[in-house]
Nanobody
């Protein structure tokens, strides 16, 4: 298990922007690079779903429902993965979790609330 510390999130009106970030303070940079990184979200009463992911080769992929609005990025030197969320919609309201995966093992952040009002 990797310790992950999330920050950001909050409340915004529809059409607004938020950014969530996740840091792995106890990993060394070279190890952080090896992880696949992703953001998931879970809305009340729903299953956790993949929002965006970025591979070790920096290939990003997105769920259809966020394409063109969200951007995942990573800063290996800061051991941080972030999710910039633009054009937020009320249906984006959820707890957002960062995820690091290596050799089939998952580590999760504590979750951060994102609330979008109409």
């Amino acid at each position: 298990q990797v310790t992950l510390v999330e920050s950001g999130g909050g409340s915004v009106q529809a059409g607004g922007s938020l950014k969530v970030s996740c840091k792995a303070p106890r990993l060394i940079t070279s190890t952080f690079r090896m992880y696949e990184k992703a953001w998931y979200r879970q809305a009340p009463g729903k299953q956790r779903e993949l929002v965006a992911a970025i591979s070790r080769d920096d290939e990003a992929r997105y769920a259809d429902f966020v394409k063109g609005r969200f951007t995942i990025s990573r800063d290996n030197s800061r051991k941080t993965v972030s999710l910039q969320m633009n054009g937020l919609k009320p249906e984006d309201t959820a707890v957002y979790y960062c995820n690091l995966r290596n050799q089939g093992l998952d580590s999760w952040g504590q979750g951060t609330q994102v609330t979008v009002s109409s």
